[in-house]
């Protein structure tokens, strides 16, 4: 059963609560309290606020433990106060007497034990449903087959609270609640590019606080690209002593095991990309010798999407040596808390080859048979160490390369590209740039000479204009995909290519139009009754939303002003 606006007709402007929508949920108007005595139990043994805290041994009681910290935080010190979904100057504000119904118990019941490798599920291989029951007089009870659907669970139930103007209390109005939860994607993610502008690991973590707040599970890590390398190899330190930006942006080992360990407590599965043939430039700064093509100028779109242009070698023993070095060092150490790994493949430039002293042409009749050993070779060896491979879909689609069949293919030109790629077989992300891409529409980042400048005035991106989240909200990944292929369609990802993306404005761009993706991943495009989704009862939802992630740290921009929300939905056409 979905949930039914029915607050909203009896008392204009309530708050909303709960983003992603669950599968189903119904609530009333009882109000209950909670303060930090409650009594959390989880499997019938009581937690603290740190929950089984040291004493954690299992990554499941590591993960519940995390996720009852996580709740008190959220509830107790980065929780809201929602005068912004309230009528102008109202009293909307339950009073706290000594009267007051408290909740008094959370019961966190595990239906089933977790698979052995809940640190990195596969894709599907870990049920993440959960049902919240909260009864009027303050018993809660969440159920869950896994770990990851009771930490699923908590992160809803901290949405259904609020916190008084006076700091004075923590409480809900939405009791009775009964929620049944699951989603409908298995892969839900964003991809970071940290290669055009690095983020500190602050932000890395950040980002995944948001993620698990939304209930996405990958974060996928485009770590490296043509411009900077700051991933450090220790086998072959000078990647990032000489392709870093600057040397303290680089990525460690052990920085690179605690955004893995992070995310894993959470639920989200870091997988790295490392992208290949093209968008390799920076390893020219440590390895000239691998890299043709290198930052041709001025000319460098013959050559590259972006400068500086470069690739590796197509038919270099140089270039298979050092690629079996580089994966043989990052491989084993990512293994233990990833099942994944992201080869690229996107947008290789055929020009560049005729500047490759290995190859020398663009031919690809003579092309296609290397890029397809090229291929073969690092996916043997990703598989040899027990990986499931990624590519983008240029891959299958513009190669034709043949990729054995667990291979997942990650699309973003059309949605034609999904509709194809499940046709031959394959497993898809879906993430049409013109709908998830978040860096389209700040316009360009390229300067233009006197003489051309004219002719790309007023200088918008490629992808312009800026994708906003009604947009991000419309898009189906399953448009497109016959019924009987859409089994196929794993998920997908919003992306945020970083040519003008930051620490300081990474929060505004990512968020809240990621929650948009977010819930078209995790409650389905189409509502139970098959319909599109309404931004009329979402964007009051994800408004609230936005707050919540503010109270959470995270500069998520506004999407409405209060005049909006105040009383219900004013601002409907
Ligand atoms: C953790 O272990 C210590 C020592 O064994 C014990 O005293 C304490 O009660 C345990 N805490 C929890 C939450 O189980
Ligand atoms: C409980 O508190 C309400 C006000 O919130 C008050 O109207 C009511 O009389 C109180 N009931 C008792 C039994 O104290
Ligand atoms: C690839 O390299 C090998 C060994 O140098 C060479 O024999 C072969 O002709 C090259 N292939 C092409 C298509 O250039
Ligand atoms: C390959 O190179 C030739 C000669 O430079 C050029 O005319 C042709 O357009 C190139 N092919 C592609 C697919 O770019
Ligand atoms: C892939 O196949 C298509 C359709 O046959 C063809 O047009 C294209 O040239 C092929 N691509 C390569 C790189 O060989
Ligand atoms: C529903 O959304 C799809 C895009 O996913 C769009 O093509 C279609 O027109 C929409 N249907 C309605 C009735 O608005
Ligand atoms: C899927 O359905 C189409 C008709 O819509 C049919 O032609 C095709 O054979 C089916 N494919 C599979 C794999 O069942
Ligand atoms: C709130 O909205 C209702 C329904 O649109 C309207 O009748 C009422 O006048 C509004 N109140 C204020 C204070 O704007």
């Not at 603290?48 to 996580?70: D, K, L, P, Q």
């Amino acid at each position: 059963m979905m949930w039914i606006p029915v607050i909203l007709a009896l008392c204009a402007g309530v708050t909303q609560a709960v983003w992603p929508i669950p599968s189903s949920y119904e609530s009333g108007d009882g109000v209950l309290w909670i303060d930090q005595s409650v009594n959390i139990k989880y499997n019938g043994v009581a937690q603290t606020a740190s929950g089984y805290g040291s004493n954690s041994t299992t990554w499941s009681t590591r993960i519940v433990s995390n996720a009852i910290e996580r709740t008190y935080d959220t509830l107790f010190n980065k929780n809201f106060y929602p005068w912004k979904f309230h009528p102008r100057m109202s009293n909307f504000e339950p009073s706290l007497t000594s009267n007051s119904t408290y909740v008094n118990s959370i019961t966190l019941q595990q239906t089933a034990s977790d698979p052995t490798n809940i640190m990195k599920p596969t894709a599907g291989g870990v049920d993440e449903s959960y049902t919240l029951k909260m009864t009027t007089s303050g018993d809660v009870t969440i159920t869950g087959a896994s770990s990851i659907g009771l930490a699923h669970g908590l992160t809803t139930f901290t949405q259904l609270f609020f916190e008084c103007s006076s700091g004075g209390g923590v409480y809900t109005t939405l009791a009775p609640v009964s929620i049944k939860d699951a989603p409908v994607f298995e892969w839900r993610g964003l991809n970071i590019d940290t290669s055009r502008t690095f983020k500190p690991m602050s932000d890395m973590y950040a980002m995944v606080d948001a993620l698990a707040y939304n209930k996405m599970n990958r974060l996928h890590w485009h770590v490296t690209d043509a411009q900077a390398w700051p991933l450090v190899v220790p086998s072959l330190p000078e990647l990032a002593d000489k392709g870093a930006y600057a040397s303290f942006q680089k990525y460690s080992p052990a920085d690179v095991q605690a955004l893995q360990e992070y995310g894993a407590l959470l639920g989200i599965e870091v997988v790295m990309e490392i992208d290949q043939p093209g968008h390799t430039s920076s390893i020219a700064f440590a390895y000239p010798d691998l890299i043709a093509a290198f930052n041709v100028q001025p000319n460098w779109d013959s050559y590259a999407s972006e400068p500086p242009s470069g690739t590796l070698k197509l038919n270099s023993t140089a270039v298979y040596d050092f690629l079996e070095k580089l994966f043989d060092d990052i491989l084993p150490r990512l293994k233990p808390l990833t099942n994944y790994f992201h080869l690229g493949g996107d947008e290789v430039n055929v020009n560049a080859y005729t500047l490759d002293d290995t190859v020398g042409t663009n031919d690809t009749a003579v092309l296609q048979p290397l890029m397809q050993k090229f291929m073969d070779r690092n996916i043997a060896q990703l598989q040899a160490n027990g990986f499931t491979p990624l590519v983008w879909e240029e891959m299958l689609l513009v190669w034709n390369l043949t990729l054995p069949s667990n291979t997942i293919v990650q699309t973003w030109l059309s949605d034609q590209s999904v509709a194809e790629t499940v046709a031959k077989g394959h497993k898809a992300l879906a993430g049409n740039y013109n709908f998830w891409y978040l860096d389209c529409g700040q316009g360009q980042w390229l300067d233009f000479r006197p003489a051309v400048s004219a002719s790309f005035w007023p200088y918008a991106d490629y992808c312009s204009p800026r994708h906003n989240w009604r947009l991000m909200y419309s898009y189906d990944p399953l448009s497109g995909v016959p019924a009987n292929l859409t089994h196929l369609v794993l998920g997908g990802e919003a992306h945020i290519w970083s040519e003008q993306t930051d620490p300081v404005n990474l929060d505004q761009m990512v968020w809240p139009r990621t929650c948009a993706a977010a819930e078209v991943l995790w409650s389905g495009a189409k509502d139970a009754s098959g319909q599109n989704r309404s931004q009329i009862t979402a964007s009051p939802r994800l408004s609230e939303m936005r707050e919540r992630l503010v109270a959470r740290g995270i500069k998520a921009e506004p999407i409405q002003m209060p005049y909006c929300t105040q009383n219900g939905t004013q601002c409907a056409l």
